[in-house]
């Protein structure tokens, strides 16, 4: 079998030439990294669970019209997605302070946004991710404000859902970040949720007990973020309660 050609390689995810012209491979790694990849660990089968949640996520959000890149998982780690030009902007939208946004603006984390905040970030490692302006977005010609309004609307139509469907099954959407990327098609243009969303990219607390289930475990030395992202794969309906059950020898079995 002929070695496929590598396209990118990001700090979690690679890119792989895909099947057919207009398609790649996405493949979710085991790496974690946090504070600009200064902090890094492997943690063996966090790639598998992000792969099986970004799934999911995705695929709800294509049955409510939001477009997306994604076509479909491949096996355990890959997915077939569609080739866009990112847009070179995080977008990270925000219910509830934590984070960043706490820090900054000398919130208590956990106090609820008096409403949903939408924040712009320009993806550069060199420079830390900035956070940028809509202005800065334009005048360097990062996105047209066309784009920047479609972002927009998409973030939104994807926090009101996705904060329902978390809420249902008792998990509190704090936070999360979005990328979107150009598909073309023929003549036509238009922008689609690229990237993944997976407890790597967002905040979520249980709604009972504040339990962190997500990728501030790593960030703050919690420990547990595999068990964590189970539970968010649980929870979903994802993954059946399929640990494996303790080896303690063969069984007797009664052969009455
Ligand atoms: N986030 C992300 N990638 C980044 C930066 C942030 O996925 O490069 C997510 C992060 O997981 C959180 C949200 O965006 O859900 C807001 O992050 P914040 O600005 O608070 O930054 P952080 O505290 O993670 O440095």
Redesign the pocket.
């Known amino acids: 079998m002929s070695r496929r050609r590598r396209i990118y390689e990001g700090k979690a995810k690679i890119l792989y030439e895909g099947p057919e012209p207009g398609t790649l491979i996405q493949h979710f790694k085991d790496d974690a990294t946090a504070f600009n990849a200064k902090k890094h660990e492997v943690i063996e089968g966090k790639g598998v669970l992000n792969n099986r949640i970004s799934e999911f996520l995705f695929k709800r959000l294509a049955e409510i019209g939001v477009p997306t890149h994604f076509i479909r998982r491949l096996n355990m780690r890959e997915q077939l997605i569609r080739e866009v030009e990112i847009i070179p902007i995080?977008v990270?939208v925000r219910n509830i302070a934590?984070?960043?946004?706490a820090k900054r603006l000398g919130l208590e984390e956990g106090t609820a946004l008096p409403r949903s905040i939408i924040e712009f970030y320009y993806k550069a490692d060199a420079l830390d991710?900035p956070m940028v302006s809509e202005e800065h977005i334009t005048a360097f010609g990062w996105a047209n404000p066309q784009e920047i309004d479609e972002m927009m609307a998409l973030a939104l139509r994807v926090n009101d859902y996705l904060s329902g469907l978390f809420y249902g099954v008792g998990i509190r959407l704090v936070?999360?970040?979005l990328e979107f990327g150009r598909q073309f098609e023929n003549d036509m243009m238009r922008i689609v949720l690229a990237d993944e969303i997976s407890p790597?990219?967002?905040?979520l607390w249980d709604i009972k007990t504040d339990e962190k289930l997500d990728?501030d475990r790593f960030r703050q030395d919690l420990g547990g973020l595999l068990d964590a992202y189970r539970e968010v794969a649980r929870r979903l309906g994802i993954l059946m309660d399929n640990r494996p059950t303790k080896t303690s020898g063969p069984r007797l079995v009664s052969s009455k």
């Open positions: 995080e990270v934590a984070g960043s946004i991710d936070d999360f970040k790597d990219s967002c905040r990728k």
